[in-house]
């Protein structure tokens, strides 16, 4: 048995899709230590740059000697706490949804809400570029999985004109994770609302950075999206620009309520220790108020745009701090990421099958907490690279 195993190890190895971890030796910061070296990182999704920031650091110290380190029981034996409640109330009126749930991941909020909503007879419609955590929902619902090809509306149009399935579920990354463009969730919505189907948008990446306030998504642009219909489903994680861990699903009362009852990804785990909870509403207190953040992420994008132009590697459209660069070659990505590596600069590769096959890039992950003068190292290094490789 351990035989087939090394086998298939091997063969991972053999097709340049093994995987490494990279042991961090500081906080996650624009400059972490690895191997006792000083790397600026391009690799991580604290956004905002508050996951080491002291005031949410120091509120999860507080939090901590109010509640204790571990939570005990799940939400529904004893491990919900008062801080967990507050915290539910907090992000719903953030998000301008009627109720909020906390989950211990985004990837486990997701399975809650899919396999919750739909089972065996049921439809599930899924972006083709979509996380892997709404592609295992859907299969661990049983229902059957539709992969419509990535933003085509008219290909979904078709595919829910033709279903007769008693629920149908739609399922749309808000922010793409590995390409950084944004789904059209108004006209998405509307679709959903002609055709009797859920829609569930997972903002993972949009949350704390998109729309008026950092409220996400849902908030973004001049048309709002219509925020009190029943066909709407809101999931956002709190690990990414809110720096700390976790994830919430909003939406109405009838739906939090079902999740609270049936999700079994919420009620058979141990509830997310409360200090957790102080330190993210600590976090979404400097999110709010703390608008320069956005603004400066905003800028940085720019400045990379600008400083780094390539017709062989090109950036994606991207207008998020998700900026990823096409290489195609899994090996070149890996090439590239090493040579970037010996310049003391982490950008990880990214390759299948978190990507399709042929799309191979590096994920450059922009913070509010780089400098000006970084995101130019980074351009220019990537520019003697294209000169090298
Ligand atoms: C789009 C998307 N959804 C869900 C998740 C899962 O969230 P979590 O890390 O909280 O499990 C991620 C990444 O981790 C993601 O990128």
Known sequence: MLEELVRRLEQRKNDGLF???LTRQSPQTPHVKIATQSNLSFASNDYLGLANHPEVAAA?????LQYGVGSGASHLISGHSEVHHELENALAKFVELPNALLFSTGYMANIAVVTTLVGHHDAVFADKLNHASLNDAALLSKAKLIRYPHL?????ERALARTNAPNKLVLTDAVFSMDG????????????????????VDDAHGFGVLGRAGKGTLHRGLEPVDLNSPHLIYMAT??????VFGAFVAGQPALIEMLIQFARTYGYTTAMPSALACAIMQSLVLLEQEEWRREKLARLIALLKDHYQSSRWPLLASATPIQPLLIRESSTAILLSELLRREGILVPAIRP???????ARLRISLSASHH????IRLAETLQ??????
């Open 19 to 21: 995987r490494y971890r």
């Open 60 to 64: 999860l110290c507080r939090g901590t």
């Open 152 to 156: 085509d509306l008219e290909s979904l």
């Open 181 to 200: 463009d944004i789904a059209p969730i108004k006209a998405l919505l509307t679709l959903c609302q002609k055709h009797g189907a859920w829609l569930l």
């Open 238 to 243: 709190l690990g990414k620009a809110v720096g």
């Open 353 to 359: 099958p978190t990507v399709p096959m042929g799309q």
């Open 372 to 375: 000006e003068e970084e995101v």
């Open 384 to 389: 003697r690279a294209e000169r090298t490789i």
